[in-house]
């Protein structure tokens, strides 16, 4: 099994940044991707951004140019560095990782998540 473990979410003004981290544990193998998701009160989860294991990163469009992912490979670690943030940005983001387990089982793994809320 693989777990995800997030970090560094919070309450903070509009106009102002949070780092998320995510640090993956267990039988890895291997890490394909990496991504962050959110999910707001009353909304559906939606994507955010993700990563590949050689460091291509895509974002959705409404936090291009604000948020930037990156990943430690050796720290099996992926951060969203969150600037500009919105009130609209309020949410319980999850971290996400697939890959190859150990024993070439492919996985799909969701963190527990971590609240970041914007106040106007």
């Known amino acids: 099994q693989v777990q995800l473990v997030e970090s560094g979410g919070g309450l903070v003004q509009a106009g102002g940044s949070l780092r998320l981290s995510c640090s993956a544990s267990?039988?890895?193998?291997?890490?394909?991707?990496m991504g962050w998701y959110r999910q707001a009160p009353g909304k559906l989860r939606e994507w955010v951004a993700v990563?590949?294991?050689?460091?291509?990163?895509s974002y959705a469009d409404f936090v291009k140019g604000r948020f930037t992912i990156s990943r430690d490979n050796a720290k099996n670690t992926v951060y969203l560095q969150m600037n500009s943030l919105k009130p609209e940005d309020t949410a319980v983001y999850y971290c996400?990782?697939?890959?190859?387990?150990?024993?070439?089982?492919?996985?799909?793994?969701w963190g527990q998540g971590t609240q970041v809320t914007v106040s106007s």
């Open positions: 267990g039988s890895i193998f291997s890490i394909s991707t």
């Open positions: 996400n990782a697939k890959g190859v387990a150990q024993g070439v089982a492919p996985y799909d793994s």
């Open positions: 990563i590949t294991s050689r460091g291509f990163a």
